[in-house]
């Protein structure tokens, strides 16, 4: 599945889409560029304008993981007439930014956000919203099923590295876990 996301944005920024298709302007690219994050926002960043056979032009736009620097980047995007927006790797940027981009019409796609609330809201706010990555609760539901198969009946401990992700998907998987527990 994710090369088949991977393959079929590559073939989008190429404009190598179904019919010869490219973006009309400027691909705007949402990531971290400053900060702790910024490893991964120039990696994602050089992808985009490393795809081969490229036609449509690609701006980025700094984010910092962080929702004030992910609504301001949103604002200057609308200013600059981005059509489309890729990136997203924090979901703090990325919630901050839809209200923006979604008042403009400009449909987002998250690459790394994946918190499950952000499709919920996109249902219930309308928001032009898509996520290639996999939502947080079904990674989760892989780890817990894992967990299940491997320990039936045996201890065992779920230890987390101290990051937000890791204490996030922690708690999830023993949440899983409780609920199979009180069935």
């Known amino acids: 599945?994710?090369?088949l996301s991977s393959a079929i944005l590559a073939a989008f920024l190429a404009g190598a889409a179904p019919g010869g298709v490219h973006a009309a302007?400027?691909?705007a690219i949402a990531v971290p560029l400053a900060g702790p994050?910024?490893?991964?926002?120039?990696?994602?960043?050089a992808g985009a304008q490393g795809v081969r056979g490229a036609q449509t032009e690609i701006?980025?736009?700094?984010?910092?993981?962080e929702a004030d620097a992910g609504e301001a980047a949103a604002r200057r995007m609308v200013d600059e007439a981005m059509r489309v927006v890729v990136g997203?790797?924090?979901t703090p940027a990325l919630e901050a930014a839809l209200p923006v981009l979604a008042g403009a019409g400009v449909p987002a796609?998250?690459?790394?956000?994946?918190?499950?609330r952000l499709l919920q809201r996109r249902e219930q706010a309308g928001w032009p919203l898509f996520r290639i990555a996999p939502g947080a609760s079904a990674e989760a539901d892989a780890v817990a099923a894992f967990v299940r198969e491997r320990w039936?009946?045996?201890p065992f401990a779920i230890v987390e590295d101290g990051s937000s992700y890791g204490r996030d998907l922690a708690d999830n998987v023993k949440a899983i876990d409780r609920l199979d527990t009180a069935k």
């Open 37 to 45: 994050s910024a490893i991964l926002g120039n990696q994602a960043l």
């Open 1 to 3: 599945m994710k090369a």
């Open 25 to 27: 302007g400027p691909v």
């Open 109 to 116: 796609i998250a690459i790394g956000a994946r918190t499950d």
């Open 152 to 154: 039936a009946g045996e």
């Open 88 to 90: 997203f790797l924090c």
């Open 59 to 65: 701006r980025s736009y700094d984010t910092a993981c």
